[in-house]
């Protein structure tokens, strides 16, 4: 019996993975279209990278295209277990056909790298292995921050906002992609409008913030890869100086705005404009904690600088202090000045900020604001019973109860985000690298931050990394992007277990 | 009066027994005919079994001629509905019901006429907790009830050797705090009333019902007692709806503990509540008031719903060393019984409340009414209407106010800018004077006159002094 029935069960296996691949195969297509948005600029400018894009669109549109006819009659609902696998597909299969053009574009590039960088891009992270970007095709700048505004707001996301073929499994793609401890809330009640309206509060933004950085001086080209970069708290620029290159107070201060209205919840927003007011801004307890603590830090700092005679009058250091503290804690990853050079404690607590300082539902990374809110009651609800055995405590956040099992998957998640630093830093210091680079580059590529301390600091970039530590950095970001479960899940046996 | 009352609960039965003893015609509804029968009983008044919310139900319990319909039964939704039927089908000229969800009284127009044409709506609740809230801010008094839209506060105080007033007659008030006017309406001695004059001597023990502006309040204390520390610490025993109440309203203020026995209780009571500390556990149990240190709180307020358990946590408390102990008892019997003794503030719920009812059945246009003296006395703000010709109080000097003996006029509040002829409503706003009242002070038109009567037999009295003579209107 056993033996009759073994064939038939390994089939309905196969037909699931073929939906995926179908679905995969769907997205891939679309991707591929993008890729037209560079060649448009490419022609248009004829910055001599034209050719690049012909092929890349070509093969992965066809690629898609291909697995999408050939597996279309397994077509049907994704289930739980599919739809982890199929955005874990989507997050790594995607930055590979990205790296097309860059390694045509590129001489001498190589894979590694390249997949580094599109992987850093595409989970908004924003560390280069690339120099002298101004000597690049500026098309190749354009699709590298392109990557970066997709990415923020997440490529399922995307696919659900114009796919209408996802259904209901594609609610389950969306808690799988969307960072946060509570994924429930809907906005809307039909899944696609909600994703539609998250990319419509996304576009307008974006749309403000170009205008915003082209009238505050950025050539048009400038203004709107920056805005891609700032948007999606990545923090690619078109030159090695990043915001240096600039040095005009009004171009940072349009960034400090825009990047911090990038580190809040998308949600929010959404309900703000939806309902012509403020009201939903200040209901947001999340967001009212992170502009607390990222400006907070940056004036501290500033301070700091100041007392330490880093600078020499406060309003400088301010300026530095202010835009430089944003950009790591939002997950951005720009730089206007080598804050390397700054005393440790500086960089080390702009990582620190980093790691927990965005809103759940934004485009930054690290483990959120929410669950550091939601780790530190839990933290004081265990001072309470110690001191009073009979209270009766609960979690509470912006005024609601926060569930025992929400608590619970919020210490597992900050265990397995611990452990994963502990280990992919000790693996960088055993393939050879210092404790301040190892940690700071597994640290700002796990949050999605970008640029690192020490060899990986502002000033330099990942270039320096063999290729084994790129992969683990490349690793760690898609770690960070997918929020740890999501990626981790798929390497488990109880995932592939029937 | 014709008055449909629905709902045979605590409030409903309370208000009734009140209402009969005032010469009303009450109807009561209900849905629980054992209830009903068991008012019937033992009061003159009809009843009707049903829903109150049903059409046939409310012609049965005559709403067609009503004058009054007080709709307090356990359901918003079904008070609301019946308010609406006696407006739409009914025209029962004036409506008032319960309401205790905070989600439909934070909308001010579902009450209105074109809504559910409601003209009052009270919450027992609310009331208990804002009378409890009070007590707390003033740790000293008995009593704290307010007039004139809370300008104007009586508070019942026990006076102490060490006061500068004990022992001392009652006018050398005007020579120990000259900037304050205020006004003692009654003295309680050995649950006696005294009506005071300028040679009353205060004694020690005496129960002191003095009138003051807001701001005053305290100072006259001083003069009648040594102030304790204020209150820091309060601990609530039950987490029902006055208890939960009471700790979001104190909770920003004062260190609070909860204590509730229910476990899904305590459930809800920690999404409402924030910064207070909640407990599982009984209020009777000697060792959880131990480990929370009973004995260091300032106040404890004993709310649940059972007066046995109430009386026995609040004695435990006091025992305990809390400083003072405040109790909810809803039997009326009980109350009288431990008050004064080891438990310095037993309340009844029902007094509490029915007050803020018996405002709207008055026959004279009454702005507050407030039960003291856990329902003995009753203090009144009456507007006085009419002219010289018409009224018996509009134009004479107080003394010269034939007042039953009893009843004190203990001050006045005089709107600033006189109303126009055509304008009727009474609302005291913030700008208006505050007088306290003396023997030559002359009540004008459309005055707030607070007058305390030290038992509620001088209430009709009262009524038909300010009542309007005929050719008025």
Redesign the interface.
């Given at each position: 019996m056993a033996r009759l029935r073994s064939p038939d069960f390994t089939a309905s296996e196969l037909q699931r993975n073929l939906s995926v691949v179908n679905a995969l195969g769907v997205v891939t297509l679309i991707f591929g279209g993008t890729m037209a948005f560079p060649l448009a600029i490419s022609w248009w400018l004829q910055d001599g990278a034209t050719l690049a894009y012909d092929v890349a669109i070509l093969v992965t549109c066809a690629t898609g295209g291909i697995a999408w006819l050939a597996t279309n009659r397994y077509r049907r609902e994704l289930e739980v277990r599919d739809a982890f696998l199929l955005v874990v597909l989507v997050w790594t299969v995607l930055p590979a056909f990205a790296t097309l053009p860059l390694l045509r574009a590129i001489d001498g590039l190589t894979f590694t790298d390249a997949y580094f960088e599109t992987i850093s891009g595409i989970t908004t992270t924003g560390a280069t292995v690339l120099t002298g970007l101004e000597q690049l095709p500026v098309s190749i700048n354009v699709w590298r921050t392109q990557l970066v505004w997709m990415g923020g707001m997440g490529l399922i996301v995307l696919a659900v906002a114009v796919l209408p073929l996802l259904g209901v499994g594609g609610r389950q793609l969306f808690k799988a992609e969307t960072p946060g401890p509570m994924k429930e809330s809907k906005l809307t009640p039909r899944l696609a409008e909600t994703a539609k309206g998250l990319w419509l509060v996304y576009a307008l933004l974006s749309a403000a913030c170009m205008l915003a950085y082209w009238l505050a001086g950025m050539k048009p080209l400038d203004a709107m890869m920056h805005m891609f970069a700032t948007m999606g708290l990545g923090g690619f620029s078109s030159y090695d100086a990043s915001y240096g290159e600039f040095d005009s107070v009004a171009i940072e201060v349009v960034a400090i705005v825009f990047m911090l209205a990038a580190g809040l919840n998308f949600a929010t927003h959404f309900s703000a404009f939806r309902g012509h007011s403020l009201a939903p801004y200040r209901r947001d307890q999340e967001a009212k904690l992170f502009l607390i603590v990222t400006v907070g830090s940056g004036v501290g700092l500033a301070v700091y600088l100041w007392w330490l005679a880093v600078y020499p009058d406060l309003g400088t250091a301010l300026r530095f202090a202010m835009f430089n503290t944003v950009s790591i804690a939002t997950t951005t990853g720009f730089s206007s000045t080598d804050y390397a050079q700054w005393p440790m404690f500086a960089g080390l607590w702009m990582l620190f900020l980093s790691s927990f300082s965005t809103s759940a539902g934004s485009t930054g990374g690290g483990i959120k604001m929410v669950r550091a809110a939601i780790l530190y009651q839990q933290v004081y609800r265990e001072f309470v019973r110690i001191l009073h055995p009979s209270a009766y405590t609960q979690v509470k956040f912006g005024g609601s109860v926060v569930p025992n099992a929400i608590v619970f998957a919020v210490l597992a998640f900050l265990f397995v985000y611990i452990a994963i630093i502990v280990s992919l830093t000790l693996v960088m210091v055993a393939s050879g690298l210092d404790v301040l680079t190892a940690f700071s580059a597994v640290v700002a590529c796990v949050n999605n931050t970008g640029p690192g301390l020490g060899e990986v600091g502002p000033s330099s970039n990942y270039q320096s990394l063999t290729d084994f530590q790129t992969w683990i950095c490349t690793f760690a970001m898609l770690l960070g992007r997918l929020e740890l479960f999501t990626l981790l899940i798929v390497f488990t046996p109880v995932f592939w277990r029937k | 009066m014709k008055i449909v009352i629905l709902g045979a609960g605590q409030v409903g039965s309370t208000v009734a027994e009140s209402l009969v003893s005032e010469a009303n015609d009450i109807t009561v509804v209900d849905l629980d005919g054992e209830r009903l029968r068991h008012l019937a009983d033992h009061l003159d008044l009809r009843t009707v079994e049903g829903n109150g919310a049903h059409p046939s139900i409310l012609r049965a319990a005559g709403a067609e001629d009503a004058d009054l319909i007080l709709a307090v039964t356990q359901s918003d939704q079904t008070n609301m509905v019946a308010c609406k039927l006696a407006a739409t089908m009914f025209r029962v000229p004036t409506r008032i019901a319960r309401i205790r969800s905070s989600d439909y009284l934070g909308h001010e127009e579902v009450f209105a006429p074109e809504n559910f044409a409601i003209d009052v709506t009270i919450c027992p609740e609310q009331i208990v907790t804002e009378y409890i809230s009070k007590l707390i801010e003033f740790p000293e008094s008995l009593q704290v009830v307010d007039f004139a839209n809370g300008r104007v506060r009586l508070v019942a105080v026990k006076a102490f050797t060490g006061g500068p007033l004990v022992g001392r007659p009652l006018s050398e008030i005007r020579q120990h705090i000259p900037d304050v006017d205020s006004r003692v309406a009654a003295i309680f001695r050995h649950d006696a009333p005294l009506i005071p004059t300028g040679d009353t001597v205060i004694e020690h023990g005496d129960e002191v019902f003095f009138l003051a502006a807001k701001e005053h309040i305290r100072t006259v204390m001083r003069e009648l007692r040594r102030m304790d520390r204020p209150v820091k610490r309060v601990m609530i025993a039950g987490g029902g709806n006055i208890g939960s109440r009471l700790a979001l309203a104190l909770e920003s203020t004062y260190q609070v503990k909860l204590i509730?026995v229910n476990?899904r209780a305590?459930?809800r009571?920690?999404?409402e509540l924030?910064s207070t500390?909640?407990?599982?556990?009984d209020s009777t149990d000697e060792e959880?008031l131990e480990?929370?240190h009973v004995g260091e709180m300032d106040v404890f307020c004993a709310l649940t719903n059972d007066d046995e358990n109430n009386i026995m946590s609040s004695l435990l408390a006091k025992r305990m060393g809390a400083r003072r102990v405040i109790t909810l008892i809803n039997r009326s019997a009980y109350v009288d019984l431990v008050h004064g003794g080891q438990i310095d503030i037993a309340i009844s719920p029902a007094n509490t409340t029915i007050g803020a009812l018996l405002t709207h059945v008055r026959r004279g246009d009454c702005a507050a009414v407030h039960s003291l003296r856990r329902g003995a006395a009753e203090a009144l703000e009456i507007i006085a209407h009419g002219d010289a010709r018409s009224s018996k109080v509009v134009g004479k000097r107080v003394e010269d106010i034939g007042l039953p003996k009893g009843a004190t006029i203990a001050a006045i509040v005089r709107r600033r800018v006189p109303l126009a002829d055509d304008e009727i409503a009474c609302a005291i706003g913030a700008d208006d004077d505050v007088i306290i009242a003396h023997h030559d002070t002359v009540i004008e038109k459309n005055d707030h006159v607070i007058v305390f009567a030290v038992s509620k037999q001088l209430v009709p009295k009262i009524e038909k002094l300010f009542a309007v003579g005929v050719g008025f209107l």
């Open positions: - | 509730e476990k305590g459930d009571l920690s999404r924030n500390l909640i407990l599982i556990g959880l480990t929370e």
